[in-house]
């Protein structure tokens, strides 16, 4: 079946600490990968999305995100968190022909000052 | 840029009663998407519209039901709102490579 897990719920990191969120996926086809992130009482904005390629992309507000296929992960990371970051973030896998994305359930992130 | 516009923001409904959440994009996309939003539950999607004047069901479509009434909209409506669909509604709408949503209708059903 295809599914999406973020296996943490919530994180919480200090100010200017680096920060790694995962996300594992199953996906019988070549999956097209995302990450989005929702501040509170916001809309999904798009922080950036793998296709093919170069399988360490970068996307904006400084983060970047690594496509291991062998582990069926894409864990989101950012080398120095800001206390602006805190938000929930949600992985999501889709394909090339499909009209369908799979979420996963969030990972909420707390930012220590 | 206006994006994908929904209304209302809010709305309290009694069981029973009926609505319709309204969603337009001003992108020219041709997919569009209704989406609802529960804590612990990730984003679950309700309806999709692949084009103009076609709909399918998502994963939860029971007790919605759809309208793409042009390129534009794509309205989601309750007929008989019940207590266990009480929560945030989220219409976005697609390029082949990026979706775009907007900003959420909570909904309360008391």
């Known amino acids: 079946a295809q599914s999406v897990t973020q296996p943490d719920i919530h994180i919480t990191v200090s100010e200017g600490a680096s920060l790694e969120l995962r996300c594992n996926y199953s996906y019988g086809a070549t999956p097209y990968l995302f990450w989005y992130v929702q501040s509170p009482g916001q809309g999904l904005q798009l922080l950036l999305k793998y296709f093919s390629g170069d399988t360490l992309v970068q996307g904006i507000k400084g983060f970047e995100a690594e496509f291991k296929r062998s582990q069926s992960s894409f864990n989101l990371r950012k080398p120095s968190v800001h206390w602006s970051d805190a938000a929930e973030y949600f992985c999501a896998v889709g394909a090339a022909g499909t009209y369908k994305y799979i979420f996963g359930t969030g990972t909420r992130l707390k930012v220590l000052a | 840029n206006a994006g994908v516009t929904q209304t209302p923001k809010f709305q309290v409904l009694k069981t029973g009663q009926s609505m319709t959440l309204q969603c337009a994009q001003d992108m020219n996309h041709n997919s569009m998407y209704w989406y609802r939003q529960d804590p612990g539950m990730g984003l679950r999607l309700i309806y999709y519209?692949?084009?103009?004047?076609?709909?399918d069901k998502g994963e939860v479509p029971n007790g919605y039901n759809v309208s793409r009434l042009n390129k534009r909209e794509f309205s989601l409506r309750l007929e008989s709102a019940a207590p266990s669909q009480t929560s945030v509604y989220f219409c976005?709408?697609?390029?082949?490579?990026?979706?775009?949503f907007g900003q959420g209708t909570r909904l309360t059903v008391v």
């Open positions: 976005a709408s697609r390029t082949n490579t990026e979706a775009f």
């Open positions: 519209s692949a084009s103009e004047g076609t709909t």
